[in-house]
């Protein structure tokens, strides 16, 4: 019998022990990836007023955050539905003064109303490094690194990367295609969609050429060279084709769609999406941006990051990842051999009454006068 007191909302899980048991080993080996490249940890609160979360960055919108009033301070407060802003108020409040550029991580869960398309999930796992201070090409290269590195550690096979440029067409309607101040946003949409008619319908036939620079990166780039631009996308090729050597030998392979903008709200001309074999969806999303900040000019403080989404990969991989060892300790066993066992790394599972037994408690072994033996 289950009643309404045993489920759960839409969009929500329990992660039972296998499961649990890889988040945590998956978790744990991005995150010592992401440590040994430097990066120091910090840990924001689940929730905070909605103001600090919706204006760290533009073009962040609260609409899929869950809200709510602080019955206590009467303010908006809302959840976190991404670490990235949490992470540039604390470079931008309490860590303003720390030298940069600053390297920090995250990890835990974030909340959203609603799933993203197909994926219904409205909690996720998300964990990921910002380099705080730097948005030039060594900082591309060093994120996108660490990020390929923390997903291969995670398990992941097979990862590729996808490199957008999230600023393109503000670039180029600034001067190379200019762009009624009313059509930009039709030819964004337009380009989304990738139809040829209706970018040029919007007035944005030049435009068109971006449809087709998508692919594997060698090919896709050399077609965005050949796009007259007067130079307006000059440097942005030149930076693309470094970052792509730089992380050759990381194995990854390589696309690029110089027009995808999903999901990249507040990132400027740098963008990347991180996919791997068998994982349905994207595993990650980064690139440059900028934080709003009272010390951080007009313009804010430049920083690029990475986040990670791994819920689809444990889920991939849980069922293939043996489950660790367990020793049975009889009744009456003695405990300071079992302390070492535990010392030595051995997880026990201890009978607490003559009905317990190895099989009954899960375990591999059994500690039979002091010796560990593996069950038939
Ligand atoms: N937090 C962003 C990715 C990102 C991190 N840093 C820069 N961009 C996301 O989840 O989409």
């Known amino acids: 019998m289950t009643d309404d007191t045993d489920l759960l909302p ?29 990066y120091d940890r910090v840990l924001p609160p689940m929730i905070e007023f909605e103001k600090s979360l919706a204006s760290r960055m533009a073009g962040i919108q609260s609409r899929r955050m869950f ?9 908006m407060m809302a959840l976190r539905s991404d670490f990235t802003p949490q ?10 003064g720390a030298a940069r550029p600053l390297r920090l991580m ?15 999930a409205r909690e996720k796992l998300q964990c990921g490094a910002e380099l705080i201070g730097a948005d030039n090409v060594a900082a591309a290269i060093e994120i996108l690194i660490v990020a390929i590195e923390a997903l291969q550690a995670a398990g992941a096979r097979s990862v590729s990367v996808d490199f ?34 209706g970018l040029r319908d919007a007035g944005g ?10 692919g594997d990166f060698d090919g896709a780039i050399e ?24 992380i050759a030998p990381t194995g990854a392979r390589l696309t690029l769609d110089p027009s995808e903008r999903h999901g990249f709200e507040y990132q400027s001309w740098f963008g990347f999406t991180l996919y791997a074999e068998g994982v349905r969806g994207l595993l ?11 010390n951080a000019g007009g313009e804010g403080e430049v920083a690029t990051g990475f986040s990670l989404y791994p819920d689809a990969l444990i889920d991939l991989i849980a069922q293939s990842e043996p489950l660790s060892d367990k020793v049975f300790l009889p009744l009456g066993h003695d405990r300071e051999v079992a302390a070492r066992l535990r010392s030595i790394g051995w997880r026990t599972a201890a009978a607490l009454s003559e009905g317990d037994s190895a099989v009954s408690l899960g375990c591999s072994h059994t500690l039979d006068g002091g010796e560990v033996v593996a069950l038939a």
């Open 205 to 214: 036939e030049a435009y068109v050429p971006l449809i087709y620079a998508t």
């Open 10 to 38: 839409e969009g929500l899980e329990d992660r039972l022990p296998r499961e649990a048991a890889t988040t945590t080993r998956a978790m744990r080996s991005i995150q010592d990836v992401m440590h040994g490249h430097g």
């Open 164 to 197: 957008t440029l999230p600023d393109l067409v503000d670039t180029l309607a600034a001067k190379a295609f200019p762009l009624e101040p009313g059509a930009i946003e039709a030819v964004r949409r337009e380009l989304d969609t990738k139809d040829a008619g």
């Open 106 to 120: 995250y990890a835990g869960q974030v909340l959203t109303i609603k799933g993203d398309g197909l994926d219904p």
């Open 67 to 75: 809200r709510f009033v602080d019955p206590s301070s009467l303010r």
């Open 223 to 246: 077609k965005l060279a050949a796009i007259d631009a007067g130079g307006a996308l000059a440097s942005r090729i030149a930076a693309l084709r470094e970052i792509a050597a730089a």
């Open 284 to 294: 990650g999303r980064g690139g440059t941006y900028r934080i709003a900040g009272a």
């Open 87 to 96: 992470i540039g108020r604390i470079a931008q409040g309490r860590l303003a």
